[in-house]
């Protein structure tokens, strides 16, 4: 079955920097990547997702990419701001002719934004 | 808006009990969604069901079990809870056809 990994399970930046999240798959039929934000207390959110037929999806601050030959995808956050500071989960899933497939979610990463 | 809830946002039982954890959804979603979640382990999907009395096993399905009598309610059941299954436990809802999940504020289940 698939399984997603996701790197670095901690990051710190200071307060305008970029962040970096990283997550491997290992099921080369997976065609959903979305990514989850989870505030302290609060319920996981869809922050961006991205398919596997598009190499780039951006919104905003945030950007995801996705390489399909090396199978990982990436979370990218510029101008960090203390309202990013929160756990960030990536998933991946295959989802053919619109049936809803389960998603499979990495370990998290614990974003920081130092003021 | 998509609303989500669950019957408890914090519940402690002893070794032995048998606890039940409901999840209400008011979107008429096909899919419902149970998660535990750890630190360090992320979300790991328990069960799931696409339709009424329908369920099938995620990947811990080992020591719980799942009812989905009715649309909007799916229910999340230890029968006999064990100190292990102290966690945080998150309930989803997918419409059908569509992807993205949409999350319940959680139960922080306590086993003693």
């Known amino acids: 079955g698939e399984n997603v990994e996701q790197h670095p399970s901690t990051l710190s930046v200071q307060e305008g920097d970029s962040a970096v999240i990283k997550c491997t798959y290992s099921?080369?039929?997976?065609?959903?990547f979305p990514w989850y934000k989870q505030e302290l207390g609060k319920r996981p959110q869809l922050i961006i997702d991205?398919?596997?037929?598009?190499g780039e999806k951006k919104d905003q601050r945030i950007a995801v990419t996705l390489n399909k030959t090396a199978k990982h995808f990436s979370l990218h956050i510029t101008e960090t701001q203390p309202e990013d500071s929160a756990v960030y989960f990536c998933?991946?899933?295959?989802?053919?002719?619109?049936?809803?497939?389960?998603?499979?979610f990495g370990t998290g990463t614990l974003l920081a934004v130092q003021p | 808006d998509v609303k989500v809830t669950q019957s408890s946002r914090y519940l402690v039982k002893r070794t032995g009990e048998k606890v039940f954890l409901e999840c209400v959804q008011d979107m008429d979603h096909e899919n419902m969604f149970w998660y535990r979640q750890d630190p360090g382990l992320g979300l790991r999907l328990i069960y799931f069901?696409?339709?009424?009395?329908?369920?099938e096993k995620g990947d811990i399905p080992e020591g719980y079990s799942v009812s989905r009598e009715k649309k909007e309610r799916f229910s999340l059941i230890l029968e006999s809870a064990s100190t292990n299954q102290t966690s945080m436990y998150l309930c989803?809802?997918?419409?059908?056809?569509?992807?993205?999940?949409?999350f319940g504020p959680g139960t922080r289940l306590l086993v003693l």
């Open positions: 069901s696409y339709d009424v009395k329908m369920k």
């Open positions: 991205i398919r596997s037929n598009v």
């Open positions: 099921d080369s039929a997976s065609n959903y």
């Open positions: 998933a991946a899933s295959n989802n053919y002719g619109g049936a809803t497939n389960k998603l499979i």
């Open positions: 989803a809802t997918v419409p059908g056809g569509k992807e993205t999940q949409y």
